[in-house]
């Protein structure tokens, strides 16, 4: 079983700030790709950010130079760093996660429950 918690998600102004967290856990033997995704209310899901196991990163052209992703390897844990938001960034983040559970499985997308972030004008 493998389940991904994430953290962080609220209300804030625009022009403010959040940091977003999802944690791995269970039969977790490699963790691959981590990302964010979002989905406003009548919207496709849409990626937000990626990171690499060695650390590159992927963005969004409507989010680079605003947020940033990071993570700790040995945590099994990613973050989302975000700064300047804006009303459009309104929308429910899910973190997602490519996880094998034994080196003779294939990789697995396992995704979170969501957190909601509401930016006001």
């Known amino acids: 079983q493998v389940q991904l918690v994430e953290s962080g998600g609220g209300l804030v102004q625009a022009g403010g700030s959040l940091r977003l967290s999802c944690a791995a856990s269970?039969?977790?033997?490699?963790?691959?790709?981590m990302g964010w995704y979002r989905q406003a209310p009548g919207k496709q899901r849409d990626l937000v950010a990626a990171i690499t196991g060695g650390g590159s990163t992927n963005y969004a052209d409507s989010v680079k130079g605003r947020f940033t992703i990071s993570r700790d390897v040995a945590k099994n844990t990613v973050y989302l760093q975000m700064n300047s938001l804006k009303p459009e960034d309104t929308a429910l983040y899910y973190c997602n996660a490519d996880i094998t559970s034994s080196p003779f499985r294939g990789w697995v997308r396992y995704w979170g429950q969501g957190t909601q972030v509401t930016v006001s004008s």
């Open positions: 269970g039969s977790t033997f490699s963790v691959n790709i």
